[in-house]
């Protein structure tokens, strides 16, 4: 297998195509019956952490991603996947909730 010789310039190219799959295209395809949750109960809503519950070859399991948009309107919903740090509770919330599941 041969392997393709990039720039690093090239590879931040890459990584930064709008096409690329973001976090909720890899959870559709990965997860089954997929439950988002939305809030803290602290703050409010982060749109930028993605995080809920579903299931994996019939297993329950906590699902926390970081979500960017696919245009630039949804990128400024989701603030360019920049999660507010006194909102990181939402993954904490979301991982304890699913604990409880």
Do not use: C
């Amino acid at each position: 297998m041969s392997e393709i010789k990039q720039t690093a310039w090239e590879k931040v190219l890459l990584a930064r195509k709008p096409e690329r799959p973001k976090a909720l295209d890899y959870i559709q395809e990965i997860f089954d019956d997929f439950i988002e949750f939305h809030g803290d109960r602290s703050f409010s809503d982060d749109k930028a952490i993605i995080g809920g519950i579903a299931t994996l070859n019939k297993i329950p399991v906590t699902v926390i991603g970081e979500q960017k948009g696919k245009k630039a309107k949804e990128n400024m919903e989701r603030n360019f996947r920049n999660a507010k740090s006194r909102r990181l509770s939402k993954s904490f919330k979301t991982d304890e909730t699913g604990r409880k599941i």
